[in-house]
């Protein structure tokens, strides 16, 4: 009976065991400092901007490939798969953390994803599990990628909390990692009180309560100004002033730490080499004049406020990979220096 007994502890140990090293990226993950990879990344040119800014994880994209704005027709793009693939392979041997993100990549490219609303919801949902799906079996545990992301600014979508808190828990579940959403940026007016509905009506979204850590697209407008001082900035993160809005961005993303007890990880931070660069930090062609200062001063900012922030999980730089005379995004060699610097101190 004790030889018994004994064997049964034995088994349920063992068992413990192997689901603790299953899930072992569950608790190794501290402060993630992140690049976004532009779809159309060189392996080559994405290790050296790595190597360059410093960091200790790839946001790795997998294009999904979808007609239009309207479609519900989706394809995982099989070159993009096996490049991603390919370079998660060098990346794990260097020892850098991979976030895995199926990339909606809409006509083309010419349509943003904020804008995707395909006819058919209940259809979209059901084939974006399938693509996840595919993704976790042929990528994601097969190369030990650390973090999923479900679902990209999907603005249109986000409302079907039902739908995303399925697809949460059915990665959460077959997945070895983390597990996280990424909401896009959201701005509240104080003399706009739809603005300030749609916001808490975001902040209570329940698909919120069910991932690892709470993932921001952090475009927010923050002034009319074309150039700005860091100090111009770290003020406006606490009351816009843009339109006049007195958006207070660092309370409200606070706002969503206190209320699930997640840490916020700013999934994509990124500005254009431009004038008005924190009036419109979502827009590539916001003008045509270059300013890489000013994009540095952005970063400046964000680094300022949030740098020494427990609840900030980190950031992912938007984006690295290809620095071809379109890439706006791609940073400038002071703001190289800001982010290199941020938590290597």
């Known amino acids: 009976m004790k030889k018994k007994i004994l064997f049964i502890i034995l088994t349920i140990s063992i068992l413990a065991i192997g689901i603790g090293f299953s899930k072992k990226n569950k608790v190794e993950i501290d402060k993630i400092k992140s690049v976004n990879l532009s779809t159309d990344y060189e392996i080559k040119q994405a290790l050296e901007d790595i190597k360059d800014l410093g960091v200790n994880t790839v946001n790795v994209p997998v294009v999904i490939q979808i007609p239009n704005i309207k479609s519900n027709d989706m394809k995982i793009d099989d070159y993009s798969k096996q490049k991603a693939i390919k370079l998660i392979e060098i990346l794990k041997k260097k020892d850098i953390k991979v976030i895995l993100e199926a990339y909606p990549w809409i006509n083309n490219g010419r349509s943003y994803e904020t804008e995707y609303n395909p006819l058919d919801k209940e259809k979209f949902f059901k084939d974006w599990k399938i693509v996840l799906n595919t993704l976790i079996d042929d990528v994601a545990n097969k190369h030990d990628v650390d973090i999923i992301i479900t679902g990209s600014n999907l603005q249109n979508l986000e409302k079907y909390e039902d739908n995303w808190c399925d697809i949460i828990d059915f990665v959460k579940e077959k997945f070895d990692g983390l597990v996280t959403y990424k909401t896009s940026w959201w701005y509240t007016a104080s003399w706009d009180k739809k603005s300030?509905?749609?916001?808490?009506?975001?902040?209570?979204?329940?698909?919120?309560?069910?991932?690892?850590?709470?993932?921001?697209?952090?475009?927010?407008?923050?002034?009319?100004?074309?150039?700005?001082?860091?100090?111009?900035?770290?003020s406006c993160l606490n009351s816009t002033t843009i339109h006049n809005r007195k958006q207070n961005v660092v309370k409200e993303i606070y706002n969503?730490?206190?209320?699930?007890?997640?840490?916020?990880?700013?999934?994509?931070?990124?500005?254009p080499r431009r004038n008005y660069a924190a009036k419109h930090p979502w827009d590539a062609t916001v003008s045509n004049v270059e300013n890489a200062k000013e994009q540095s001063r952005c970063f400046k900012a964000y680094k300022q406020i949030f740098e020494d922030k427990d609840y900030l999980k980190g950031?992912?730089?938007?984006?690295?990979?290809?620095?071809?005379?379109?890439?706006?995004?791609?940073?400038?060699n002071e703001s190289m220096d800001v982010i290199y610097s941020w938590y290597n101190k």
């Open 196 to 234: 300030i509905d749609r916001y808490n009506k975001k902040l209570n979204n329940k698909l919120f309560s069910k991932v690892d850590f709470i993932s921001i697209a952090s475009y927010f407008e923050l002034s009319d100004k074309a150039e700005n001082t860091v100090e111009e900035l770290v």
């Open 256 to 271: 969503f730490h206190q209320k699930y007890n997640k840490e916020i990880f700013f999934g994509e931070l990124g500005f």
């Open 315 to 332: 950031f992912s730089v938007f984006a690295v990979g290809q620095k071809g005379k379109d890439k706006n995004f791609y940073p400038s």
